[in-house]
T-cell receptor
């Protein structure tokens, strides 16, 4: 149980393109979803916290107009990287938590490797 | 503020040897602690969690961790390493504040290498 699906796995696109990444909880309802960015050989950096039906909460330094997050249902959150540039190339990972309690673990997707040419 | 420190960015063991990955936390309140494993080009998989029940927590793949409040530690162990255990391991604490959504604060990660 507690499977999170993230698509696509890999994206290669030209500079200026907008890219949408989907995160789905397949067998549970996720009140809260999280979006992370991971640079090579580094830990995960939280970008934003997304609650179903409300606006996402962005971490300091993360541009909300650059990284658009939508959490329209209890099983789906999307991250759109708008007008992507080479510096946006990274590994993006989503997670979903079942329930509102902070003692519930986050379940992670397999990540999306984004390469901007 | 809560924080997590993983001692040793790289740990190398022989196959069959004991695995010990260290994690120390800082928290003013009883924490919720987690260990995750990440294989190359994949997301994170939950190994085990501590949420104020038994201090010795057993997880998947033969891993276990012991919560020691006096030492503010939550070290991950496995009696006998397998080649398939080679991966990146992350310790995390759930941020606890009033109204907080329980963000995870991750340690820097430890790369486990298993030699034949």
């Amino acid at each position: 149980g507690a499977v999170v699906s993230q698509h696509p796995s890999w994206v290669i696109c030209k500079s200026g393109t907008s890219v949408k990444i989907e995160c789905r909880s397949l067998d549970f309802q996720a009140t809260t979803m999280f979006w992370y960015r991971q640079f090579p050989k580094q830990s995960l950096m939280l970008m934003a916290t997304s609650n179903e039906g409300s606006k996402a909460t962005y971490e300091q330094g993360v541009e909300k107009d650059k990284f658009l997050i939508n959490h329209a249902s209890l099983t789906l959150s999307t991250l759109t990287v708008t007008s992507a540039h080479p510096e946006d190339s990274s590994f993006y990972i989503c997670s979903a938590r079942q329930g509102a309690s902070s003692n519930q673990p986050q379940h992670f997707g397999d990540g999306t490797r984004l390469s901007i040419l | 503020a809560q924080s997590v420190t993983q001692l040793g960015s790289h740990v190398s063991v022989s196959e069959g040897a004991l695995v010990l990955l260290r994690c120390n936390y800082s928290s003013s309140v009883p924490p919720y602690l987690f260990w995750y494993v990440q294989y190359p080009n994949q997301g994170l998989q939950l190994l085990l969690k501590y949420t104020s029940a038994a201090t010795l927590v057993k997880g998947i793949n033969g891993f276990e961790a012991e919560f020691k409040k006096s030492e503010t530690s939550f070290h991950l162990t496995k009696p006998s390493a397998h080649m398939s255990d080679a991966a990146e391991y992350f310790c995390a604490v759930s941020e606890l504040r009033s109204g907080n959504t329980g963000k995870l604060i991750f340690g820097q990660g430890t790369t486990l290498q298993v030699k034949p």
